[in-house]
């Protein structure tokens, strides 16, 4: 029996691969490989390719070193990230965190008409002038003393921090 495809099971008087009785090719041989032809490999180019630049360094010719591509560009990089980081998140926490750069003082002005008031509605006092120390912080337990003019004298008053939102208790006049 034949097939469109060629012969079929045993029924092929001839073995596949096997030539013809008439005709006179030699059998292929199936295990050999023939070498392959290869040549060398041709020298790496860098750059632009130049008829005139020789691919390798002659003898007496100084050694040319070339920078990898993006070499100092990647140093700044590799260096100058992290420390813009740093630096970003300092003045994040800074203007954030209480304490770290954001410092809660009093106000010099109110301050002093705080005082002015107290020693002349608690105490009854003629006040004409009163000095604080600048940038006083707002620390409960915090202590400092205000210089005030009473009655026409130089005093001392103590005040005393009694919250962490600015209330305060001014002593008696020293």
Excluded at 68 to 89: D, E, S, T
Aim: a neutral charge.
């Amino acid at each position: 029996m034949t097939s469109p495809y060629g012969p079929f099971g045993n029924n092929d008087p001839q073995p596949w691969g096997q030539p013809s009785a008439g005709t006179a090719a030699p059998a292929p041989q199936w295990g050999a490989v023939p070498p392959p032809h290869w040549g060398p490999a041709p020298a790496p180019q860098w750059g632009p390719a130049s008829e005139s630049r020789p691919a390798v360094r002659e003898p007496g010719q100084p050694e040319r070193r070339r920078l990898r591509p993006g070499g100092p560009a990647r140093l700044a990089l590799m260096i100058g990230g992290p420390v813009v980081a740093l630096a970003a998140l300092v003045v994040v926490l800074g203007l954030t965190w209480p304490g770290f750069l954001n410092r809660k003082v009093f106000d010099d002005g109110a301050l002093q008409v705080g005082v002015t008031g107290v020693l002349r509605d608690s105490y009854q006092l003629d006040v004409t002038g009163v000095s604080c120390p600048p940038e006083q912080p707002v620390r409960v337990d915090e202590r400092f003393p205000c210089s005030v003019v009473v009655d026409g004298e130089q005093r001392t008053v103590t005040v005393v921090v009694t919250s962490g939102d600015g209330r305060f208790e001014v002593g008696r006049p020293q």
